[in-house]
């Protein structure tokens, strides 16, 4: 479960990657590549971290997907920071697919992390 979250984290920074790329700029690029970055971080932490720290890993990998996936429907629907989206926009569907999908992911990843017996 481990890999599998990694992969989508590593997904979701390449898609907002993408878009830097793709000539989004201003605020919104700026956005991208912070999200970016994380994703990236977040995805090493989730290959290499073990214990505690792997357990704050998925929790904040978790958290970070859920905000992300939250700030496109808030850009979709009333607007975000002055940004209102479309529908239509350059990987939107694929966008909410693979964050809904990672949502999903990361919770079982999260749920597994701390069942685990703690090693002392």
């Known amino acids: 479960m481990r890999i599998l979250s990694a992969i989508v984290l590593v997904l979701i920074g390449g898609i907002h990657l993408f878009l830097i790329f793709d000539g989004v700029g201003g605020l919104l690029g700026v956005l991208f590549v912070l999200n970016s970055i994380a994703a990236i971080v ?22 970070f997907v ?12 009333v607007g975000l920071f002055g940004i209102r989206e479309v529908w239509t926009f350059t ?16 919770a079982i990843t999260s749920g597994v992390a701390f069942r685990r017996p703690r090693v002392a």
Do not use: C, D, F, H
């Open 66 to 77: 859920i905000a992300s996936l939250a700030s496109l429907l808030l850009a979709l629907t």
């Open 91 to 106: 990987l939107v569907p694929e966008t909410v697919i693979i964050e809904a999908i990672g949502i999903v992911v990361l």
């Open 42 to 63: 977040l995805a090493i932490g989730m290959l290499v971290l073990r214990g505690a720290w792997l357990r704050l890993a998925t929790t904040l990998s978790l958290l």
